[in-house]
């Protein structure tokens, strides 16, 4: 297994995760390993990292990538919304610091056989965790029209949802949709020519809602968030780095809520929600640098945000 990926802001949220270089560091998106092998040759012997991701090759590249670094590594091939339970399971109350690269690897895109890509042919599946039981077949050939203009429309930002989701319907009547190139095909004929012209590929959006779906990754982005910042001692860091707008969204204001004290309607003439603000947070995320963005396109819609546990 080739697991190429080259990781985005690394140097950036390893700045601003490590607070102590013999602490407990959780990296919640393992992915190639990237960011855990440059955390990891920052911290002492003495150090702990955890590592989760929810795909087993992630799990064996990170494996093979962190075999040689100093500190305590465990690694589990786990959903990041289990960290709680991870934890619990480690016997680890408070860690140092939590990181999370959302999102899909390059090696995860790029594997024609994992059913991401719109650009090369594979299946229609689209799991991180190839235990789980729904795919991407699932979701176009058993969707009703209004939930696939729904998640379209919602998860894709997609002008054409509308369309695409009927043409979808249309297809699929005569035989299921089995391959990635199947659906560009449905998707291109959707969009009218004109609008085809310019801009990113006119599976772009579609396929990024599908996946979405499929791995329900805005659905437990709040919550666990949530329970990563609960989970720092004092002064520990939580790092965040989004690719797309919706993600951002929640990520942004995940953190704000988390360093809020009152949440009241602001016409409430005492406090009764008790709500304590628990994170300090920086209002503005940081960016890639323009060098980065010259060698990694991937890094042009990153954004690092940073929480510091009170
Ligand atoms: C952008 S890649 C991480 C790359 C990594 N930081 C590096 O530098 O090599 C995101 C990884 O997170 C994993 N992932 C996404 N959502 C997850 C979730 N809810 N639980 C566990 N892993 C998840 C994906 O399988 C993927 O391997």
Redesign the pocket.
């Known amino acids: 297994m080739n697991?190429h990926?080259?990781?985005?802001l690394?140097q950036e949220t390893i700045d601003n995760l490590i607070t102590d270089p013999d602490g407990i560091y959780v990296?919640?998106?393992?992915?190639?390993?990237?960011?855990?092998?440059?955390l990891a040759g920052r911290l002492s012997a003495k150090a702990t990292l955890i590592g989760?991701?929810?795909?087993k090759?992630?799990i064996a590249?990170?494996t093979e990538?962190l075999k040689d670094t100093a500190c305590r590594r465990i690694l589990v091939q786990?959903?990041?919304?289990y960290l709680p339970d991870v934890l619990d399971e480690l016997g680890i109350e408070k860690v140092d610091g939590v990181?999370?690269?959302?999102?899909?690897?390059?090696?995860?895109l790029d594997t024609p056989e994992r059913g991401f890509s719109y650009m090369q042919d594979g299946p229609l599946d689209m799991r991180?965790?190839r235990d789980q039981k729904r795919s991407a077949y699932d979701i176009v050939n058993g969707y009703s029209q209004a939930d696939l203009y729904r998640i379209i429309k919602t998860y894709g930002e997609e002008r054409w949802a509308k369309r695409i989701a009927a043409f979808i319907v249309e297809a699929r009547r005569e035989k299921p949709l089995e391959r990635t190139e199947e659906l560009v095909q449905v998707i291109k004929k959707a969009i009218p020519a004109g609008a085809r012209k310019d801009g990113p590929h006119p599976a772009k959006r579609t396929f990024q809602a599908i996946r979405i779906e499929v791995?329900?990754?805005l659905g437990?982005l709040h919550d666990?968030l949530e329970h990563a910042a609960q989970r720092l001692k004092p002064g520990g860091r939580l790092c965040v780095?989004t690719?797309h707008s919706l993600e951002d969204r929640i990520a942004k204001q995940t953190l704000r809520l988390l360093a809020t004290d009152c949440i009241c309607p602001p016409d409430m003439p005492v406090c009764t929600c008790h709500h304590h603000a628990i994170l300090k947070v920086k209002r503005q995320p940081i960016l890639p640098s323009q060098e980065e963005l010259d060698t990694n396109p991937r890094a042009r819609s990153a954004k690092l945000r940073v929480g510091v546990r009170k």
């Not at 786990?78 to 919304?81: A, M």
């Open positions: 697991f990926h080259v990781s985005v690394r990296d919640c998106t393992l992915g190639g390993g990237g960011h855990s092998r440059a989760l991701d929810q795909d090759d992630a590249a990170a990538r786990r959903n990041f919304r990181m999370f690269d959302l999102g899909v690897s390059s090696y995860q991180m965790d791995n329900d990754e437990i666990s780095i690719f």
